[in-house]
């Protein structure tokens, strides 16, 4: 960057001039499509193939391509009232939306559109394509991006997808973007774009053509390629000479500006308060970082996991109670008995298992972070307490006895890990009830869970225990559930709160639930990011995913977000017993053989968050720009200062004004990154930056400060 002070040179005298003649010309970076939101055409009855759609052609290979209406589909298009769908149900086939423009030899391109799946059925897959074609219509080059890779969105809402195409080959005349869907599934479509990737005047990417450019580019000519002060950057029409023909391309763009989207945050107003951001030390996690790990390089990444300063800060951990379906040992609870034996007394009651190695490691979060919250839930009661004896499905036997012995199991559990130095914060009593699976788990229905609960919270009170206990568990495709266990005074009486997962079903319904109990809280507990989603090893894609799941979960009042596992390594993702998620993350990855440890995504998006956001924090109002390409939540510290947490899904940069007490701020925010601002309740506030960007240039990061203004 050249310095401000010189500036003042007489190459700007002939600057000021040309903006005199040309200061009604605007320069931008225009759409290219014709249509691109689906909204013009003669739509006829809502299901006939034969409507027209303008500018857009549809083909497939047996597969569907469809333009329909959102009042008529139910499902709400991007904007406008219409959207269009491509897919297919069998292998080979695919359906195809398209459009073919005009385009440039050696000009890049732009390609973004907003998608999701139609959500019914199988899981999509969804690509975006581009074919650069000669005169005669021969494909010169083509390229794909994919958007769904055999699975549905989680949550299932629209989202941005889009990237950057190679330059056009020599015997280019037009290019073809198409929207495709192979089988299996239905993805939908909205909101297409293609503009020009190509130089730009705005040198310092802040969306505004202005005399910070200028500082640059003014400095920069007359030059000729080869000679030591040429740039190709500056060389606006790429003929090899910084001259005036690249000057008068800078004044035609000048004060060219991109509209922000503007943000207005009001710490006055306040939502709920924020307990933390974490994920779960399961028994393979604990072990992997303990054991396996151990020594200087398990110190380093317990600060790396959980201190403010050296680390990320990790505040929230859900703990499995005993057994899980992320374990390398066999099966156990806390009070194993042989097969046809009883223990109704809880004699045999013990977490000896656990103090191998996961509550050392809890020890140790705890001792680097004092502020963390933990939460536990069992995968399994003992499987003497179940029809059918066995870990895996089954029900609770229907008795008081039985009952009234599980209950004392979490009054024991609470207690003994009261007795390790480790508060539990709040219980659940069923992980994912009413899920009977090849791993541990327990067919538990709402009435089950409302019974159990009068009797644990019966217990709890009766031992002065402060453990909350928080309802269902699973996830947000079933309202009912929970809804019916709050409908019972008495166990809504016990009960602090609704604990959600994201792998059905809509983020909304925690405000359904919410709003029907505006007094009990909150928890999302449990989301796990994984190769059925990001794909294999897509930084950026499992970067957006983990951010949006923050920012949508905490917009609908949750109180916590908690990821899967804190740790695995590159095998099946295990180590695993068996029958577990063998797709599913760690936030990090510790390798099997090398030990080297790898921050996944997962890490960085949490990390953008809870570095910051501490103990006691509550969300504060934060205008809702889910609707733009920018996505934000804003909190409130107990010191006073603010926090806005900001994802940008486009693939290039985009204008952000927060508008904050009567003053604002206007920052360009990097194309597929997580930006966290952080700013002290105070006028004329500094405001930090940090950013994690997907293509990891960027890792919390920290930028240079700007400032408010009136």
């Known amino acids: 960057m050249f310095g401000r002070g010189t500036i003042m040179k007489h190459k700007h005298v002939i600057f000021y001039g040309l903006i005199l003649a040309f200061s009604t010309v605007v320069f931008g970076a225009p759409e290219l499509l014709l249509n691109p939101s689906f909204e013009e055409g003669s739509m006829k009855a809502p299901w006939d193939e034969t409507r027209g759609l303008n500018s857009w052609s549809k083909w497939g290979n047996w597969g569907w391509a469809a333009w329909k209406y959102s009042a008529v589909s139910g499902i709400a298009s991007h904007t406008g009232t219409k959207y269009v769908v491509a897919g297919a149900n069998a292998s080979g086939q695919h359906g195809v939306w398209e459009q073919t423009i005009i385009v440039e030899v050696g000009k890049s391109y732009e390609f973004e559109v907003w998608a999701r799946s139609e959500g019914w059925g199988s899981a999509p897959n969804a690509s975006m394509r581009v074919e650069f074609k000669n005169s005669s219509g021969s494909v010169l080059l083509s390229e794909s991006s994919a958007i769904f890779s055999g699975s549905h969105p989680s949550p299932n809402v629209w989202g941005l997808y ?17 929207l ?10 909205d909101d297409a774009s293609v503009s020009e990737s190509g130089l730009s005047p705005d040198f310092n990417y802040d969306r ?15 030059a000729s390629f080869g000679e030591a002060g040429y740039d190709e950057i500056y060389d606006l029409n790429e003929d090899d000479v910084i001259d ?58 317990m600060d790396e996991l959980f201190d403010h300063e050296d680390g990320i800060g990790l505040s929230y951990i859900r703990q499995p109670m005993g057994t899980s379906d992320m374990r390398r040992v066999a099966d156990y609870s806390y009070d194993d008995m042989p097969a046809g034996k009883t223990d109704y007394s809880l004699a045999n009651f013990s977490i000896a298992k656990d103090q191998a190695y996961i509550i050392p490691v809890l020890l140790k979060a705890l001792e680097i972070n004092p502020d963390i919250k933990i939460m536990s839930s069992p995968w399994s ?26 209950a004392e199991y979490f009054v024991k559990y609470v207690q003994a890990y009261a007795a390790e130095g480790i508060v539990i914060d709040a219980i659940t009593v069923q992980n994912e009830p009413g899920l009977e699976i090849g791993y541990p ?16 919270g019966a217990r709890f009170a009766a031992e002065s225990i402060d453990t909350k206990i928080v309802c269902y568990d699973f996830n947000w495709n079933n309202t009912s559930f929970p809804l019916s266990v709050l409908g ?4 809504r009486g016990y009960i602090d709160g609704v604990a959600w997962h994201h792998y059905a079903g809509n983020v909304s319904a925690q405000t359904t639930v919410r709003n029907a109990y505006p007094s009990k809280n909150v928890y999302f507990t449990e989301g796990a990011i994984g190769e059925w989603i990001v794909g294999e090893e897509d930084f950026d894609k499992g970067l957006m995913r983990a951010a949006n799941l923050l920012i949508d979960t905490t917009r609908n009042w949750a109180k916590c977000v908690v990821l899967w596992n804190m740790s695995l390594h590159e095998l099946y993702n295990g180590p695993m017993l068996g029958n577990g998620c063998s797709t599913c993350y760690g936030i990090v990855r510790v390798h099997s053989v090398t030990s080297a440890v790898t921050k996944k995504s997962s890490y960085y998006a949490l990390g953008q968050a809870s570095k910051f956001v501490r103990a006691g924090a509550v969300r504060i109002s934060s205008a809702d720009t889910s609707s733009t390409a920018i996505k934000n939540v804003a909190f409130l510290n107990t010191d006073g200062t603010i926090i806005n947490y900001v994802i940008n899904e486009a693939t290039g940069v985009r204008n952000y004004e927060v508008d904050w007490n009567g003053q604002s701020f206007l920052y360009p925010v990097a194309g597929r ?26 890792l919390i990061e920290q930028r240079a400060s700007i400032g408010f203004h009136d």
């Not at 990237?163 to 037009?174: D, E, H, I, Q, Y």
């Not at 495709?180 to 479509?189: C, H, N």
């Not at 505004?208 to 007359?222: K, Q, R, S």
Request: glycine share 8%; charged share 20%; net charge negative.
């Open 244 to 301: 005036f023909g690249d000057v008068r391309i800078f004044v035609l763009s000048w004060l060219w500006y991109d509209t922000p989207v503007t943000a207005s945050v009001d710490h006055t107003t306040v939502m709920q308060e924020i307990d933390g951001f974490g994920a779960s030390f399961t028994d393979s996690s604990a072990w992997l970082v303990h054991d396996f790990l151990g020594g200087s390089e398990y110190l380093t990444l």
């Open 488 to 491: 019972d005074a008495t166990a």
């Open 673 to 698: 990154s997580v930006t966290t601002f952080k700013w002290p309740n105070e006028t004329d506030a500094v405001v930090e930056v940090w950013v994690t960007t997907g293509d990891q240039s960027e």
């Open 381 to 406: 009661p003992p499987p003497w307490m179940k029809t059918n004896e066995d870990f895996q499905g089954g029900r609770l036997i229907n008795t008081d006895a039985v009952y009234d012995a599980y």
């Open 180 to 189: 495709r869907g192979d089988a299996f599934g239905s993805p939908i479509f």
């Open 208 to 222: 505004t053509v202005d005399m910070l450019d200028w500082a640059e580019m003014g400095l920069a000519w007359p």
């Open 441 to 456: 788990s327990l067919d538990m229905t709402a009435a089950n869970q409302r019974k159990l609960i009068k009797k644990v």
């Open 162 to 178: 889009g990237f950057t195409t190679s330059a056009a080959p020599a015997g280019t005349v037009s290019a073809t973007f198409q």
